[in-house]
């Protein structure tokens, strides 16, 4: 159950040439883990359950940049606002107000990416492309100013068809282009999260700058108990 740091050597360095954030998804893997990839050099840490993210920050160092990649709970935005690096998953305005509620709360401004749904499957959270000008247009929007939006996630659909992915991908960076053209003084469009272990050199050709990678650098995961924020 040991980290694979070849991989991880020859990713990191590829992935930063290119100028792409590899997030190291270290859901369900134990501290030690993470702490391996940490006296390499590394400082982006994914995580996707609340409670996992929170008994992991309190016992590793204070510089790791911890990014929530799971569906977030607005009544569990309080438990990482005091700390969180990036929030990947925001799909409603209500939970953004959350944050930036949270984020007054903790003197500090909470850097999110809005979630965008480009896989056929009907099972993942996030808006459509078509429902994005609209938030932007939103007049809640320039009162929270203690979120900055900094860009957009998705994920594929889990297929072989190469160009099913392709067109997601694609689908998803023209979204985040068109974005770029809002002027707010939260809004900074300027991360475009999508990849993971299968995908995300076909992520990285479609225009990612950050990539979420799990099961290549900790190998796979057994599967744990559905909660909410994974169900
Ligand atoms: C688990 C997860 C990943 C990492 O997946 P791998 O296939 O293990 O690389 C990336 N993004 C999200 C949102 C995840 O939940």
Redo the contacts with the bound molecule.
């Keep these: 159950m040991a980290v694979n740091t070849e991989v991880f050597s020859t990713i990191s360095e590829k992935l930063q040439q290119a100028g792409v954030t590899l997030?190291a998804?270290s859901?369900t893997k134990p501290v030690a883990d993470i702490q391996e990839l940490y006296h390499l050099g590394h400082r982006d840490f994914?995580e996707?359950y609340v409670q996992e993210l929170v008994e992991k920050q309190k016992v590793l160092p204070n510089d790791i940049r911890w990014h929530f990649?799971?569906h977030l709970q607005s009544n569990k935005v309080k438990q990482i606002a005091p700390f969180i690096h990036l929030i990947?998953?925001v799909d409603s305005m209500k939970l953004l107000m959350e944050i930036n509620k949270q984020g007054i709360n903790n003197q500090r401004v909470i850097q999110c990416l809005l979630q965008v749904h480009i896989a056929e499957e009907a099972t993942k959270f996030g808006f459509d492309t078509t429902e994005i000008p609209t938030f932007f247009a939103a007049k809640e929007l320039p009162m929270l100013q203690n979120v900055l939006i900094k860009g957009m996630?998705g994920?594929a659909s889990f297929t072989e068809n190469e160009q099913q992915v392709k067109d997601e991908f694609n689908h998803l960076q023209q979204c985040f282009l068109s974005a770029q053209t809002t002027i707010e003084q939260n809004v900074d469009i300027t991360t475009l999260s999508m990849g993971?272990?299968?995908d995300?050199a076909l992520a990285i050709a479609a225009g990612s700058n950050m990539v979420?990678?799990?099961?290549?650098?900790?190998g796979?995961?057994t599967p744990t108990a559905k909660t909410p924020e994974?169900s």
Excluded: A, D, P
Aim: hydrophobic fraction near 45%; aromatic fraction near 8%.
């Design positions: 997030v998804v859901k994914g996707n990649i799971g990947h998953g996630m994920m993971m272990s299968g995300y979420r990678i799990g099961s290549m650098l900790f796979i995961r994974n």
